[in-house]
């Protein structure tokens, strides 16, 4: 029994770390990366060529 729970906890405890660290907002916001534009069109070319 003991060894069920010394491998279950920290499982557990991983578990919980990541299901929060996937539901955060910032998660894909990269500062490092360069800002893009706002996309226009499937090119990204405005109308004007």
């Given amino acids: ?3 069920l729970l010394a491998l ?3 499982h ?3 578990a919980l770390a990541i299901w ?3 539901h ?3 998660l894909d916001d990269d500062p490092a990366l360069p800002r893009r ?3 226009h069109g ?3 070319m405005d ?3």
Wanted: charged share 20%; aromatic share 0%; no cysteine.
């Fill in 24 to 26: 955060r907002a910032d």
């Fill in 12 to 14: 557990l405890v991983m």
């Fill in 37 to 39: 534009g706002p996309q």
């Fill in 1 to 3: 029994m003991i060894d």
């Fill in 8 to 10: 279950g906890v920290p």
């Fill in 42 to 44: 499937a090119s990204g």
């Fill in 47 to 49: 109308a004007r060529g």
């Fill in 20 to 22: 929060r660290l996937v």
